[in-house]
């Protein structure tokens, strides 16, 4: 019980992630959709979007500190 | 006939296309490699994006042509139908990622280096008007508006155009070379943008912010550029005149400015006859009122009130006065105590009281208006000392 909790969430993590990439192949996401729960993605997708900004954030930083500013 | 006439275009045109190299460093479509260093590698930056762009078209479209060309229908080529093919969607977001990453780097390069006014010799604060620009030489007591100096002659298709028809003004903003410049951008009534393309600098004046931008030209010359957001009626009438000279002209000119405010003061303090201020008067009269009072004085009523026959302009002089040196707050009248000198203010109300048959006979006495500047200057100044 417990361990198909845990695969699906990170079936739901690998969905999300190809959604950030923009290439799922159609079996993947027939099956997202068949098994996923809308919440595992709705969680993960917002906590991925918060993930990206710090990112950004770190990137631009990092950028800043190369060219000593 | 026709056909021979198309073709000798389209060779014209080609020839165009290969003109050796020399011949097009006086092409001036392209953007302008500028006198800064910013500039050049502002430039270098959109040669190396426009020529990653040739290559990405001709690697897109050739594949395109080939492939329409190689498969085509009279080969008894089919179509063949798939759905989708991962590995092939995977290839076509990763590349464009990696050159877009690769464009990135450099960009980002030169940002950094445009956003980074640090330590610089000499401020200067740009406040743009509708519709002129106002340069305040921070710490050297020096400011002064620049106006459009096309005459309106021109600009009304009565005589032939100037080459720098619209790209003129009567004070240069002179600047020294090999310095570092600050330059702090704002407004005072609407958003403009301050942009001279060979300095590589374009950004907006916006009233209440104070944004910063930076220059050092590294050669002596005149560069000119625009108001480049849309600020009313004269927007393209408020043309940028930037003159570069060498460090030690740019004090002696300080010192020559000064030496002429002073002149201007004493002038100021001398008796005029009533002529010699309506001559003067129409001339500030054509260079700051008229744009919206028009020359004959007829204004553009409801926008701008006519002066001829004005009740304020036939009126007490003190009202007139008063409305000129303190503008009228939430209208487009401005201000023009700042903006003119004592002597000038002292001619356009002259002259307004007795052009276009307004016929007071009444002269205002530029030392008239000293007294007033000063009587204020010493209450508003106050704080400030
Ligand atoms: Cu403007």
Redesign the pocket.
Known sequence: MRDNSILRCWRALLGVLAGFFGVRSEAAREQDFKEGRALHFVVIGLLMAAGFVIFVIFLVRWALSLSGV | MGTIRTIRTIISGLSLVLLPFTARAEWTVNLSPGVTEVSRSVYDLHMTIFWICVAIGCVVFGVMFWSIFHHRKSKGAKAHHFHEHTLVEIAWTLVPLGILVAMAVPATATLVKMYDPSEADLDIQIT????KWRYTYLDKDLDFFSNLATPREQIGNEEAKGDNYLLEVDRHLVLPTDTKIRLLLT?ND????WWVPALAVKKD?IPGFINEAWTRIDEPGIYRGQ??????Q??GF?PIVVEAVPPEQFQQWLAQVKAEKQAEAAAAEKSWTLDELMTQGEQVYLRACAACHQPTGTGVPPAFPALKGSPVALGDVGAHIDIVLNGRPGTAMQAFRDQLSATELAAVITYERNAWGNSTGEAVAPSQITRILEGNAETAGEGAQ
């Open positions: 743009g008007y509708q519709w407004a609407v958003i403009h943008s004046a108001c480049a957001e849309l600020c009313g004269d927007h408020m």
